[in-house]
């Protein structure tokens, strides 16, 4: 049997490291776990709704570049919870942070 | 043929209804509609939305406003509520001596005790001394975390305080685990070197020694003069996660309690009561009064002020002198208002007990004369003042399939609960009590500390559900509804109100239970303290067993519990009461409007 930690998949693509830290740092407040994955090109909206569809908690995030989005699933591909193009420190924090919050089922901030 | 309006001007609402006179003299109602009052009712103003209301009644039947022959105004009491609210007792932290409140994400469990260091000043640490280091957010949480280890073998560092939401991941990087509290807004106040304790409860449970008069005197070393003064402290922190408290000489938590001030009554039994002795006495000795003349408070003091703000805000829509104006009535609310504690560090807030009153004020006889003139000349079209507001109602609200005489109504509308009981012969008794639906809306503002009026009114009106996942919502009910197309990500994990449109989103975090009580009782407090206040005071013998039938009719018997609350309270009293339905067909609503159309008729016979 493999044993994985229930956790939020991050699935990135050339990701800009200074946002790509932010995201990680907003889901670790919130203390849930957290896994990071380099992918083949794809598109945001691949990379998003893959993540959230092969997480155990049905919460992705995808990073491409500096374009962020958070997925859920259930959601249609394309249709991003949230998402940003070249965001702020703060974005990608409360990104992170809201990626965590739905699995806990709290508002998003 | 022979187009009849009836038009009502309401507190809120301006209702028009269409009726069409045949030669027999027999009515046939065409159409209605409603519409925001314009201005304060009885002024001049009102014109401008009794037009709107006019054409979109008379469009619904492809007609102009000029097909109209009589338009029919209510002869409106000259009666406007109003309301206002104080509160009581206020609760101020002197010297910064406490903070408490509920992060969403402390780390580490447990107490500590040292001195306030900023971390600024961290070489300045001398080892022997335990140390509660306080951090501000031009720190990352990489460099608190560093600085934090690098000092981890030369200082005895027991706790964290931090200004950004960063207490886990600075946790996750410390080598020596402590309790950290995070996201205290006002950190530049902290005094440097001052004796704290810091607290942050197990999961899942509250601090329980910073909540305890005893166990801040066993952590601060205090002696029993100084417990004392520290038990104020304690009580503000029960149910909280985390807090901090300081060693300050003069720190405290005082509450205060305002001068309040007494009401003067002046009526059949002058007499004053002070707003101290709480909403239940005020109303007792209201009733005792009898017949009112005005209310006044004594000046200089909360209620003084209040009462003045309300006659101001009266004279001056009114252009009326002040001395002209008088509070015929008033209906006095307990309630609970949370208020920012002055002095607080983290935007703490405590529940201050508050009054709220509605007033009932009385004017001179409203213009509505005047009204009807600016009608004639803009509508060339006759334009009379016809008949008392009460009767008109009652005449409506017999309209109501299952009604007979005698018959009593309660018209629930914004400003005032009004009650009239018509017996057999025609005669009308009728009574104008102060507080209605601005009241509850009022109340449901103040006691959940939303931001705005407009909020509160939309509580008011509309049922909750609580968004718990993309495709399924909880109904206040603890019904579950399931959706097809995904809920909009605005609203995850929120409370929303269920309106026609669609959702609207609660801001405030605040759980769905506790708005519902809130609401609930706020309807409660108003409603049913007023019908039963109406009613006994129209019914005859002023025995409430007297009466038989009661229809509701105005704004509020529309809302989706009140109606349901009053028939609870009635059945003890074996009346039949229920929302009235116009016509058969309008609802609650047009009852003034249909009376006035229907006079009509009774006075070409």
Avoid at chain 2, 519 to 538: H, I, P, Y
Wanted: proline share 3%.
């Amino acid at each position: 049997m493999i044993i994985k930690k229930p956790s939020i998949f991050i699935y990135t693509n050339e990701a800009d490291h200074a946002a790509l830290k932010e995201i990680c740092a907003g889901i670790e407040e919130e203390g849930v776990f957290f896994e990071l994955q380099e992918m083949e090109k794809s598109s945001l909206e691949d990379l998003a709704w893959n993540a959230a569809n092969d997480s155990m908690l049905g919460s992705g995030i995808g990073v491409k570049g500096d374009h962020i989005a958070l997925q859920m699933r259930g959601l249609d591909k394309g249709s991003n919870v949230q998402g940003y193009q070249n965001p702020t420190r703060e974005q990608c924090r409360k990104l992170g942070a809201n990626s965590a919050r739905a699995i806990k089922k709290l508002s998003f901030k | 043929m022979t187009y009849i309006a009836g038009v009502d001007i309401g507190n809120s609402t301006t209702e028009v209804c269409i009726g069409e006179a045949d030669l027999n003299g027999g009515i046939h109602f065409l159409s209605s509609s409603s519409c925001s009052t314009t201005g304060t009712k009885g002024t001049l103003s009102n014109t401008h939305g009794i037009k709107t209301a006019l054409k979109q009644a008379m469009s619904k039947i492809d007609l102009d406003m000029e097909d109209l022959s009589l338009i029919r105004l209510n002869e409106a009491a000259p009666v406007i509520g109003d309301t206002a609210m104080e509160t009581l007792t206020e609760t101020i932290i002197t010297d910064s001596s406490m903070i408490g409140h509920n992060p969403s994400t402390p780390a580490g469990a447990g107490q500590a005790v040292g001195e306030i260091l900023l971390i600024d000043n961290l070489s300045r640490g001398v080892l022997g001394t335990a140390y509660i280091v306080a951090a501000s957010d031009s720190f990352s949480y990489e460099e608190v975390a560093a600085l934090l280890n690098q000092s981890a073998d030369s200082l005895d560092i027991a706790g964290v305080i931090l200004q950004a939401d960063e207490a886990v991941l600075v946790e996750n990087r410390l080598h020596k685990k402590v309790p950290i509290i995070d996201e205290v807004a006002r950190i530049d106040k902290l005094p440097d070197g001052v004796p704290a304790a810091i607290e942050v409860a197990l999961p899942g449970q509250t601090i329980r020694m910073l909540s305890n008069p005893y166990g801040i005197a066993t952590l601060l070393h205090l002696n029993a003069e100084e417990t004392r003064t520290v038990t104020p402290i304690a009580k503000s922190l029960i149910g909280k996660r985390s807090a901090v408290v300081l060693k300050t000489p003069g720190g405290n938590v005082r509450e205060n309690v305002l001068p309040a001030g007494e009401i003067y009554l002046d009526g059949e039994n002058s007499t004053s009561i002070n707003l101290d002795e709480g909403a239940e006495k005020i109303m007792q000795v209201v009733s005792a009064v009898g017949n009112i003349r005005d209310i006044s408070g004594q000046s200089g003091t909360n209620v003084g002020n209040m009462f003045s703000r309300i006659k101001k805000g009266m004279s001056e829509v009114d252009n009326i002198p002040d001395s002209d104006i008088h509070i015929t009535d008033i209906l006095a609310v307990d309630t609970l208002a949370p208020v920012l504690i002055s002095g607080a560090l983290a935007g703490e807030t405590c529940l201050e007990k508050a009054v709220g009153i509605a007033a009932m004020v009385k004017t001179q006889q409203l213009p509505m004369q005047k009204i009807a003139e600016s009608l004639r000349s803009e509508l060339h079209t006759d334009v009379k003042v016809a008949g008392v507001e009460a009767v008109m109602a009652s005449l409506g609200a017999l309209t109501t399939p299952g009604t007979r005489l005698p018959l009593a109504i309660l018209d629930m509308g914004g400003g005032s609960t009004d009650a009239a009981v018509i017996s057999e012969e025609g005669k009308v008794i009728m009574t104008h009590q102060a507080g209605a639906g601005e009241l509850v809306s009022m109340l449901i503002e103040t006691e959940l500390g939303l931001s705005d009026r407009h909020m509160a009114e939309q509580i008011k009106k509309y049922p909750l559900a609580k968004v718990e996942s993309l495709f399924h919502m909880r109904m206040e009910n603890g019904q579950m509804t399931f959706v097809d197309q995904s809920i909009d990500p605005r609203f995850y994990g929120r409370v929303v109100l269920l309106t026609d449109e669609g959702f609207i989103r609660i801001e405030e975090e605040i759980p769905m239970e506790k708005i519902v009580q809130v609401r609930q009782e706020a309807k409660r407090k108003v409603f049913v303290t007023n019908a039963f206040r109406a009613l006994q005071k129209v019914a005859p013998d002023h025995d409430l067993k007297n009466i038989s039938n009661v229809v509701l009719v105005g704004g509020s018997a529309e809302d989706f519990e009140i109606p349901e609350m009053l028939m609870e309270e009635f059945s003890n009293y074996r009346i039949v009461c229920g929302r009235g339905n116009i016509r058969g067909q309008e609802g609650p609503r047009n009852s003034v409007a249909t009376g006035l159309v229907l006079s009509y008729a009774g006075e070409i016979q």
